[in-house]
């Protein structure tokens, strides 16, 4: 009979550090309570999420329409460049 290794179906676990900020670990910690769940099961719940929305064929970040009612850029602004629009908003404001 022939050697027969068997992989396990469960996915592979590795230890490891990371540096997170504090304010965020808290806030982290206070959800894996509230929640009933571990603070390694945020952690992996927020990673597949941010890896999710990075694999390639993703739709990309689209950013919705608003409207305040206007009708648009104001004349002069328009037809300007970003410099011009800078220009604008720093306008009598020492920029």
């Known amino acids: 009979m022939g050697t027969h290794i068997q992989q396990s179906l469960l996915p592979l676990k590795m ?9 965020l670990l808290r806030d982290a910690r206070k959800l894996a309570v509230r929640e009933g769940v571990t603070l390694r099961e945020i952690v992996e719940r927020g990673l597949r999420r941010v890896v999710a929305e990075a694999k390639p064929g993703a739709a990309p970040f689209k950013l919705r329409r608003v409207s305040f009612k206007g009708t648009g850029l104001q004349p002069g602004v328009r037809e300007g460049s970003w ?3 800078r220009d604008l908003i720093y306008e009598g404001r020492g920029g």
């Open 83 to 85: 410099e011009r629009l």
């Open 15 to 23: 230890k490891t550090t990371i540096e997170i900020a504090d304010p």
